[in-house]
């Protein structure tokens, strides 16, 4: 939604989704309003632990079932398997969507892989759609007054128009751009530490055929996951960096990370939208 300063000022039970890539802040913002009575909504968290849940267990059984202790425990029911995802803890997430390429190295098939990537697409997408019905229940049930929902750094890659207008409905959409300066900084850390990522279709199926071209590999399987990953990373950034842009300035509001790097206390970020919206008026 859009509002005035004063009306934002005004409304009584705050309800925002913050945007942008994994590492500007979103999290952090969301854990130091959970302080002050604002329900922390953590998208990729309600992915993990409804919609993702089953696949993401199926997946560690699998694994263990190929270490033959842990396959008799299991099929004699003398162990089981439970994910322990937290809001802080989402590396069961990560861990199933997995990267692409040799198996020997940890990596998955071209079509396995993909089928992740579909499966991790519309959990996001049923997760956004629950965003009505957990703003009714951090009011109704647990006595929150106001609501945060920290999306996941692959929102912007959903293209699903009734998605972004049914958050536009009930929430003030923050989009959180990276500094040049953070740019670098979160590419810097992709690159030393490479985790699994969402991938549009289309921009796969174009940024893999480049790099099998570039390193000359005729087969998936001979891709190394982390070094794809690395040389990926970038191109993701910037190719994320416009479709956020524009669903701010159609949906919401923006603010850079230097800005949110001055946010200290709720004050401070409802006094830094008061601001932001006035600018955007």
């Known amino acids: 939604m859009k509002l005035t300063a004063g009306e934002f000022r005004n409304w009584e039970h705050k309800s925002i989704t913050l945007l942008g890539m994994s590492g500007v802040g979103k999290t952090r913002l969301a854990n130091l309003l959970r302080n002050h009575n604002w329900f922390h909504f953590s998208g990729d968290y309600r992915i993990g632990t409804r919609y993702l849940d089953e696949a993401i267990l199926d997946n560690i059984k699998q694994k263990a079932m190929q270490v033959p202790f842990l396959r008799d425990l299991l099929r004699s029911d003398s162990i089981y398997i439970h994910n322990n995802i937290t809001v ?10 997995g990267k692409l390429g040799n198996p020997e190295l940890g990596g998955l098939g071209l079509e396995e892989f993909k089928l992740r990537q579909a499966m991790h697409h519309e959990a996001e997408v049923k997760t956004m759609r629950d965003v009505p019905e957990f703003i009714r229940k951090a009011h109704d049930i647990y006595g929150y007054k106001h ?26 959409v923050l989009y959180i751009k990276a500094s040049e300066e953070d740019e670098q900084a979160l590419i810097d ?9 969402y991938y549009r279709e289309e921009f796969l199926a174009v940024e893999l055929g480049h790099y099998m071209q570039e390193k000359n590999l005729p087969y998936v399987a001979m891709i190394d996951p982390d070094e794809f990953v690395r040389w ?8 994320r960096i416009p479709r956020y842009s524009a ?30 919206i006035a600018r955007q008026q």
């Open 189 to 197: 850390r992709a690159v030393r530490a490479p985790k699994p990522l």
């Open 147 to 172: 609501f945060i929902n920290d999306a996941g750094g692959s929102m912007c890659e959903l293209d699903d128009p009734q998605v972004l207008d049914l958050l536009f409905e009930h929430t003030l």
């Open 232 to 239: 990926i990373f970038p191109r993701l950034f910037r190719a």
């Open 88 to 97: 802080d803890n989402l590396n069961p997430v990560s861990s199933f969507l």
């Open 247 to 276: 669903i701010a300035e159609k949906y919401g509001y923006t603010i850079t990370t230097a800005e949110l790097a001055t946010v200290n206390t709720e004050a401070d970020f409802v006094q830094l939208l008061e601001t932001v």
